[in-house]
C-alpha cells in the first residue's frame, strides 16, 4: 500500500519538461511538468501516479477518464463547452471523462494531484 496524505511530503517527482510533449497546449507561459508513476507504465491502460505543473495556463482534451486529489498548490478548471469554471486545493477532488477538454490554469507556484487513470478503448 502506498498513502499520501495532505501535509506530508510528497515524492521526488522526475521532470517530464514542457505540458506540450504531454500533448497539452499552452495557453499561458511555459508550464513544466513533472510525475512519479505508482502503478502502470504511461503507456498502459490503467495507471496511478503523481503528477506536477508549474504556473501557467493550458489546454487538453482528456485522453483518460481520471479521478484525481490535490495534494499541493491550486488550480482552476474549465470544462470547454459549458465554460464552468472550478478552484481546486489541497484535499480537492474531481472526475473527469476520457475526451472532456478541459482549460488548465495552475494558480500557485506549483501544483500536485494524485491521480487514478483508465484509457478506455472503444
Same mark, same amino acid.
Given at each position: 500500500? /502506498?498513502?499520501? !496524505?495532505?501535509? %506530508?511530503?510528497?515524492?521526488? =517527482?522526475?521532470?517530464?519538461? &514542457?505540458?506540450? =510533449? =504531454?500533448?497539452?497546449?499552452?495557453?499561458?507561459?511555459?508550464?513544466?511538468? #513533472?510525475?512519479?508513476?505508482?502503478?502502470? #507504465?504511461?503507456?498502459?491502460?490503467?495507471?496511478?501516479? *503523481?503528477?506536477?505543473?508549474? &504556473?501557467?495556463?493550458? $489546454?487538453?482534451?482528456?485522453?483518460? $477518464?481520471?479521478?484525481?486529489?490535490? =495534494?499541493?498548490?491550486?488550480? +482552476?478548471?474549465? @470544462? #470547454?463547452?459549458?465554460?464552468?469554471?472550478?478552484?481546486?486545493?489541497?484535499?480537492?477532488?474531481?472526475? @473527469? +471523462?476520457?475526451? $472532456?477538454?478541459? %482549460?488548465? !490554469? @495552475? @494558480?500557485?507556484?506549483?501544483?500536485? /494531484?494524485?491521480? *487514478? #487513470?483508465?484509457? +478506455?478503448? /472503444?
Amino acid at each position: 500500500m /502506498k498513502a499520501f !496524505k495532505l501535509h %506530508q511530503p510528497i515524492p521526488e =517527482l522526475q521532470p517530464i519538461g &514542457r505540458v506540450s =510533449l =504531454l500533448g497539452a497546449t499552452p495557453t499561458d507561459g511555459d508550464p513544466q511538468v #513533472a510525475a512519479a508513476m505508482i502503478y502502470g #507504465a504511461p503507456q498502459d491502460a490503467f495507471t496511478c501516479g *503523481l503528477f506536477s505543473a508549474t &504556473r501557467g495556463g493550458f $489546454t487538453m482534451i482528456y485522453p483518460f $477518464t481520471e479521478h484525481a486529489t490535490v =495534494l499541493e498548490g491550486e488550480v +482552476e478548471l474549465t @470544462v #470547454a463547452g459549458s465554460g464552468k469554471t472550478q478552484r481546486f486545493q489541497p484535499g480537492d477532488s474531481w472526475f @473527469v +471523462e476520457q475526451g $472532456t477538454e478541459v %482549460q488548465w !490554469k @495552475v @494558480v500557485s507556484e506549483r501544483f500536485v /494531484k494524485h491521480y *487514478l #487513470a483508465n484509457v +478506455e478503448h /472503444k
